[in-house]
Each structure stands twice: as structure tokens, then as C-alpha cells.
């Protein structure tokens, strides 16, 4: 089965910062990753499909990158509510795995 | 308004079996799939499995096997997930999810439902 590793497991950063988190998978995986917020007490949301494509209604200053089996998600500029927890999630096979999970905190 | 909607939270004891519903709202039902994803207190997100409403077809992880159930009832846009012979690491809040992968294999998830806890204590 595929694995999907996050680093850091945790992140503290200022508001303002651009900070990157990364994910990688334990064999190639084309582009076939999402990247998902979830904030406590609520259910996860979707930012970032097929590695680099923008979901609708997502602010631009989310962005994906990677193939293969090394991912990125940055943020360009860390607002109030982007401290949050981030999964990165493998589809389009026959398991969808979730990566760990990287808290992005205030510093 | 697109949207998920389960059942209320279940309090179970070691053994028994709990079965999750999932109404759906909102859009052709069938156009997506249905995935489960389960949170453990305080642990990340864990996928365990999926339901084409199109087909019937099925995908479940492996350590499942033989304890979870999934199906779709497309008269009723209601998906369902049962688990079997409950144990206290069962305990997590379970979302059902709309997914992109209609027919062939899970997609990823665009909509969540609000989730249900289940809470497996003797």
C-alpha cells in the first residue's frame, strides 16, 4: 500500500510568513493529490486538487506544486485563520490514503 | 444547497455493531462517489473506505476487512457505513464525503458531512 509522509508535524510561523509544507509518497503517485485545512471541531476542507489546482473559492495565496512522489503546499502569506491543521491525501486508486497531518501554529 | 447529512452520535458497547447514514442533498447523487474518513480523538484523518452510488462497487481498507460494510441506496441518496465487533480504538468522529470518483475509484473529497460520533465504552 502507498504511504503518504508529511513533514514537519508541526510548524510555528507569524502571520505574514510564507511557509511550505511538504508530502511525500512511498512510490510514484502522478498528480493524483489533494491537500486539505481543517480547523478544530470541523470537518476538513478541500484547498488544492491534483497537486496544483485551486479549488473554487480558495484564496490565492494557496498554492500546490510536485509530482511523482515529492509534494508541496505553500502558503504565500499567513492570515489569522490559516493556522489550522493540513493533510495531504493520495485518490484515484484503490485506497486513499491521508498523510499524518502538519499543525501550523501561531510563534 | 449541496450537503451531507448523518446520523446522530451512537454510544456502543465492546462487540456490538454500529451503522452510520449519510443523506444527501443537494446534487446527482449518483455523479459522485461516497467516502468514509474517521478521527480518532486528537489523531489525524484515517480513510477507510468507498461506495460508488453509480455502480454499487465498493473499496475498503484492508484492516477492515470482514467488520465494515458499505452500501448505497440511491432511491434514498443515503449512503451507509456499518462497523462490526466494536472496540474501544473504534471510538472516533466518522465523516461520510462526497468524492469525485463516480464509478471507477475514489476521487478526491469536495463535500463533508458534519460527522457522527461514535463512543465504544463498556
Known amino acids: 500500500d502507498i504511504q503518504m509522509t508529511q513533514s514537519p508535524s508541526t510548524l510555528s510561523a507569524s502571520v505574514g510568513d510564507r511557509v511550505t509544507i511538504t508530502c511525500r509518497a512511498s512510490?510514484?503517485?502522478?498528480?493524483?493529490l489533494a491537500w486539505y485545512q481543517q480547523t478544530p471541531g470541523k470537518a476538513p476542507k478541500l484547498l488544492i486538487y491534483?497537486?496544483?489546482s485551486l479549488e473554487s473559492g480558495v484564496p490565492s495565496r494557496f498554492s500546490g506544486s510536485g509530482s511523482g512522489t515529492e509534494f508541496t503546499l505553500t502558503i504565500s502569506s499567513l492570515q489569522p485563520d490559516d493556522f489550522a491543521t493540513y493533510y495531504c491525501?493520495?485518490?484515484?486508486?484503490?485506497?486513499?490514503?491521508f498523510g499524518q497531518g502538519t499543525k501550523l501554529e501561531i510563534k | 444547497q449541496v450537503q451531507l447529512v448523518q446520523t446522530g452520535a451512537e454510544v456502543k458497547k465492546p462487540g456490538a455493531s454500529v451503522k452510520v447514514s449519510c443523506r444527501a442533498y443537494g446534487y446527482t447523487f449518483t455523479s459522485y462517489g461516497i467516502s468514509w474518513v474517521r478521527q480518532a480523538p486528537g489523531q489525524g484523518l484515517e480513510w477507510m473506505g468507498w461506495a460508488s452510488p453509480y455502480n454499487g462497487k465498493t473499496k475498503h481498507v484492508q484492516k477492515f476487512q470482514g467488520r465494515v460494510t458499505m452500501t448505497t441506496d440511491t432511491s434514498a441518496r443515503t449512503a451507509y457505513m456499518e462497523l462490526r465487533t466494536l472496540r474501544s480504538d473504534d471510538t472516533a468522529i466518522y465523516y461520510c464525503?462526497?468524492?469525485?470518483?463516480?464509478?471507477?475509484?475514489?476521487?478526491?473529497?469536495?463535500?463533508w458531512g458534519q460527522g457522527t460520533t461514535v463512543i465504544v465504552s463498556s
Open positions: 491534483k497537486a496544483s
Open positions: 512510490q510514484s503517485i502522478s498528480s493524483w
Open positions: 464525503a462526497r468524492d469525485r470518483g463516480a464509478g471507477l475509484v475514489p476521487g478526491c473529497i469536495d463535500v
Open positions: 491525501q493520495h485518490y484515484n486508486n484503490y485506497s486513499s490514503p
